[in-house]
Structure formats: structure tokens, C-alpha cells
């Protein structure tokens, strides 16, 4: 929540919170609207990393698979078929 805001005071022309560093944002936030209000939106955010992480593995599995398969000079395994 901390660091949205502070994102969105940087482009805002309204409202700002004008928070010193990300410490000031907690103990503000805290106080200010109660310890739930640091949770808000955690939801929405968790349910879109989880399916940016399914998709990267399952893309990485199937790009590996793929260059191994049609490169010859990657080799089976190692650091150049990793990168």
C-alpha cells in the first residue's frame, strides 16, 4: 500500500501524502487507518503473481525443451541453455 502511494504522490496533482521514506509510510498508514489498511489489495495482487509464476515456469519449460532440442551448441544441460 506504502509504496503505491508513494508512486502515485510522485505523478498526483491533488492529494498527496508527501511520505518521507517508506518507514514514515507504515508508521503513518498504522496509525492513521489501522494495521488492516496495510493489507488492502493483497487479493488482487497475490491471485496476478501466482499466474505470472505459472506462466513463466510453464513458458521456461517449454523454451528450454525447445533449445535443446534445435541447438546443437547449447549442449544438454549448463549455463548457456539457462540464459
Do not use: H
Not at 38 to 56: D, E, F, H
Amino acid at each position: 500500500v506504502v509504496l503505491i502511494r508513494m508512486q502515485a504522490d510522485g505523478a498526483a496533482q491533488g492529494e498527496r501524502r508527501l511520505y518521507r521514506n517508506a518507514l514514515d509510510g507504515l508508521l503513518r498508514v498504522s496509525r492513521e487507518e489501522g494495521v488492516a489498511a496495510l493489507w488492502r489489495g493483497v487479493g488482487p495482487c497475490t491471485l496476478r503473481a501466482s499466474l505470472v509464476t505459472t506462466s513463466q515456469i510453464a513458458s521456461f519449460g517449454t523454451a528450454k525443451q525447445f533449445l535443446r532440442d534445435r541447438v546443437q551448441w547449447l549442449g544438454q544441460e549448463g549455463v548457456p541453455l539457462q540464459l
